[in-house]
């Protein structure tokens, strides 16, 4: 019996070749893109799985109250590991920090510039679960003057020679020895580095050991037998003891919380922190928007299946006639069902091949099969064969198998419930509205963000990272030759780039001692202004013709309104940053607020201070002659930094790495919304196509009566016209509420208009149109003769 239908079923199979053609390749793009999502979905949320008692590992936050808000900071100081062992012994059980950095990596004649540069406590590979492939963890960075080493690092700088024992010198200063070589874990992590060298190289640094210089990231393995709520609360305890003093001076108080190892990486709220974080709304839209592309090709061929259903109407009667069960039916229907869902499964799974090195790529991560184990890789794909070929085949089955033989066999077919297949087509067409819809949003949205004028210059302005002693050391004389240059319009130093590192500090006005408010804090020197084209609108600038603007300050216009000033009445009121030094600053201007961080974020209180914490140059270039002026820069880095590899990036560019991720979601949703209306049109011919068929008598009747092409062509499409209209209806509310959520997170955002649903609307109508236009015309220019011939 199963042989006799699956010769049945490999014979419908190639009868219709052009309807297994649209479910088949309609289940396989739904399948490939359901698999590769969930390898994306596997990859974002298994970073930092593979340690071993990960569930016991927590990173200290610091809790800052700012201006009625918590904020959460990533980073703390080095006193903190030592202090939670001994503080809280029977809560503890181990910590560890980690310092991010990078340095300029010579051995030999190879010299780079190394953006993956760790260092960390000796217990750092007996404390988290990387692989080492050699190395014992216990004491691999035991030395201080020992570094561990990836895979790719050991091949670029010493090829197949053995690593360990080598010296490599690290930024001219210190030289480290290789006593480990670490392989690629099973998983992402969030700790994404390259080398790790032993932290007690700067243990004899005054500000290694002090409380307020926050500058690495601390980790604790908590007792199994700790109880967490009651550890957080010695917390308090805890800071009092070691920042009490601090406490009374300012008024302020600062507290820690824990935060679990695996919800570092999707947690986005974190300050100062790490690398970029992955992005929990784009996992909830990809995996939406898979399922939903899958959903429409499982309506395909529900419909397709149950459309053609009077083809084989006489088959069910005959199978009933000679004894055939209905349970029966329903097993053979299914089975075909499983058969299709099988071949299409692996079609997908080549399909999916093929895209995933594109998608790789696009997504900058390293989504691999090869990262699941072969037993889940097995189940998920069985899990997914049964679940499509249930409920695309579930409906077609009952729905076959309730034909009546004394009736089929008359000719008298069962009258298919046209209400069943319409309601599939609306919703097959509302699901491809809805992403239309939210294409088109994202597109406006994106493209309002990187058009609008963020109030400062940021056109031929060349960042220059102060990332080495030369030219932190000599960076007033590079400012001065780059001044020089024909090519150099101005130059500035500054703590942090617009777009980039903006200090959080506490300011505390001299009208109002013990009272601090926290503003964003750029420490520059006197061209900041001018390099960026800021506008001032009250006071003045920064002038080296005044000798007193050493100790001056500009405020922009929030944080005059968050001291309750209007911009004139700010000019002369005088401030003291905490921590900081003793300085009175007074202020010499405002400027007008400009976006200094992602359109995301609404314009913060910043103040603009003259201070030596440099970190940037900022140099606004002049002239199309971009790349020679690059070159002119570079030769006077050389002058005064010859050692070390000369690195920049264009302002505008890094800028708009803001919004990496949102250009990326809008990118791939383009492509899904491409793929559902494809999957939906692909559907919607077929159906076309079996209407027409079904009419083809009416048709040619009509024919010889007079009706002409225009309006045949008219009667076999305005049915399907009033579905697209119907899905529209359906789509544009729901298609409203997720556009709203999504643009929530930007404080600047377009306005959601209903031209975007009717261009939605107008988009999915013409591609409706065409589709069933081009077999309704197909249908009306027949030969009627032909037609009344038809069975």
């Excluded at 609008?452 to 960042?463: A, H, M, R, T």
Aim: glycine share 6%; with cysteine; net charge neutral.
């Amino acid at each position: 019996m199963l042989k006799n239908y699956f010769k049945i079923a490999v014979r419908n199979l190639f009868k219709h070749k052009a309807y297994s053609f649209i479910n088949i390749f309609g289940l396989s793009l739904g399948m490939a893109c359901v698999m590769l999502i969930f390898l994306y979905l596997h990859h974002e949320t298994s970073v930092d799985s593979f340690h071993a008692n990960g569930d016991r590992i927590y990173r200290v936050l610091r809790l800052a109250y700012d201006n009625n808000q918590i904020r959460k900071i990533g980073v703390t100081s080095g006193p903190y590991k030592e202090a939670m062992e001994t503080d809280f012994p029977a809560d503890v059980e181990e910590a560890t920090r980690v310092m991010v950095n990078d340095g300029l990596v010579t051995y030999g004649d190879k010299k780079f510039s190394e953006k993956k540069f760790y260092f960390a406590d000796a217990n750092f590979f007996s404390f988290f679960s990387f692989p080492l492939i050699q190395g014992d963890p216990a004491s691999v960075l035991k030395d201080p003057s020992s570094v561990v080493i990836s895979e790719t690092m050991a091949l670029k700088y010493f090829g197949q020679d053995n690593p360990i024992g080598k010296v490599i010198r690290v930024d001219d200063r210190y030289d480290f020895r290789v006593t480990g070589v670490f392989g690629r874990p099973s998983a992402a992590s969030h700790l994404d580095f390259e080398w790790v060298a032993s932290i007690d190289v700067f243990k004899e640094r005054p500000w290694f050991n002090q409380w307020w210089n926050n500058s690495l990231f601390t980790y604790v393995r908590i007792n199994p037998s700790a109880d967490m709520p009651s550890l957080i609360a010695k917390f308090p305890a805890f800071m009092d003891k070691y920042f009490g003093d601090n406490f009374q001076k300012t008024g302020r108080r600062m507290d820690l919380d824990l935060e679990p190892l695996t919800s570092i990486y999707l947690n986005k709220e974190t300050s100062f922190d790490l690398v970029p974080h992955g992005d929990r709304m784009a996992l909830y839209i990809f995996a939406g928007v898979s399922l939903l592309l899958l959903l429409i090709a499982c309506m395909n061929f529900m419909n397709l299946s149950t459309a053609r259903s009077t083809g084989r109407a006489k088959e069910v009667g005959l199978r009933k006639v000679m004894g055939a069960y209905r349970q029966n039916l329903i097993f053979q229907f299914l089975g075909e069902s499983a058969m299709l869902s099988l071949i299409a499964m692996v079609i997908a799974f080549c399909l999916a091949e093929i895209a995933l090195p594109y998608l790789n790529t696009f997504l900058e991560k390293d989504l691999s099969w090869g990262h699941i184990d072969a037993g889940t890789t097995l189940l998920v794909g069985v899990v997914l064969m049964g679940i499509i070929g249930l409920a695309a085949g579930s409906y077609p089955a009952f729905f076959l198998s309730a034909f009546q033989p004394a009736a089929v066999l008359k000719g008298a077919t069962a009258a298919r419930k046209s209400s069943v297949w319409k309601a599939l087509v609306v919703f097959q067409f509302s699901i491809s509205i809805f992403l239309i819809i939210a294409t088109i949003a994202m597109n406006q949205q994106m493209d309002f963000v990187t058009a609008k004028d963020l109030g400062f210059d940021n056109e031929q302005v060349v960042i220059v990272p102060i990332n080495n002693r030369d030219i932190y050391e000599h960076r007033e004389s590079f400012k001065k030759q780059l001044l020089q240059s024909p090519f150099v319009q101005r130059v500035s130093l500054m703590s942090g780039e617009p777009g980039g590192f903006h200090d959080n500090m506490a300011f505390q006005l001299k009208d109002q001692p013990g009272e601090f408010t926290r503003l964003r804090t750029v420490y520059t020197d006197f061209d900041y202004a001018n390099t960026f084209g800021l506008k001032i609108i009250a006071g003045r600038d920064f002038s080296l013709l005044h000798g007193t603007d050493g100790s001056g300050m500009l405020l922009n216009e929030k944080a005059a309104k968050a001291f309750g000033w209007k911009p004139d009445e700010a000019i002369g009121k005088q401030f003291q940053i905490n921590l900081l030094d003793s300085v009175w600053r007074t202020v010499i201007g405002v400027v007008a607020d400009y976006n200094f961080t992602s359109l995301k974020q609404d314009i913060d209180p910043l103040a603009l201070s003259i201070y030596s914490d440099h970190r940037v140059v900022a140099v606004k270039i002049k002239g199309q002659d971009v790349p020679a002026a690059i070159a002119q820069i570079e030769r006077v880095w050389s002058s005064v930094a010859s050692k070390f590899p000369f690195e920049y990036k264009f302002l505008d560019q890094s800028f708009a790495l803001l919004y990496r991720s949102e250009i990326k979601q809008r990118e791939l949703l383009s492509v899904f919304s491409m793929l559902a209306v494809c999957t939906a049109c692909l559907g919607l011919l077929g159906l076309a196509s079996f209407s027409a068929e079904k009419r083809t008598k009416e048709i040619g009747i009509r024919k010889i009566l007079g009706a002409g092409v225009i309006q045949l062509t008219g009667l076999l499409t305005k049915e399907f016209v009033s579905l697209v209209f119907a899905a529209n209806i359906i789509a544009a509310p729901v298609a409203y509420y997720a556009i709203h959520r999504w643009l929530q997170e930007f404080a600047y955002r377009i306005d959601i208009n209903i031209g975007i649903f009717i261009l939605a609307g107008f988009i999915a109508l013409k591609i409706a149109l065409l589709t069933v236009g081009y077999q309704a015309f197909k249908a009306a220019t027949a030969n009627p003769v032909e037609a009344l011939k038809y069975e």
